[in-house]
């Protein structure tokens, strides 16, 4: 997983650039196809990925978004995280 020292403060716009962004770093860190990635995909469910994998994705999502995100976001799927990140981005800009 790649280390950073500081946010790299990803501009939020909307809930799609959020996907989209999303699942381009789940392909960077987990090798899955794209193709793989439905937006009702849940994360374990329906791609099979275990706990590590998880706190690597959150980890990183955090880092890009600037934004805190509680395990629980990540469980029902890539949609949920998506719209989560986009209302945490807008209400630290508010």
Do not use: W
Request: aromatic share 2%; glycine share 4%; net charge negative.
């Amino acid at each position: 997983m790649k280390q950073h020292d500081e946010p790299q403060g990803t501009e939020v716009r909307s809930s799609e650039n959020v996907l989209d962004e999303l699942k381009k770093m789940v392909v960077e860190l987990t090798d899955l196809p794209t193709q793989a990635l439905a937006t009702n995909a849940c994360l374990t469910t329906d791609l099979g990925l275990d706990e590590l994998s998880l706190a690597q994705i959150l980890a990183e999502a955090e880092h890009r978004f600037g934004v805190r995100i509680p395990d629980r976001v990540l469980r029902p799927g890539l949609q949920e995280l998506a719209d989560y990140i986009l209302s945490e981005a807008r209400r630290k800009t508010t």
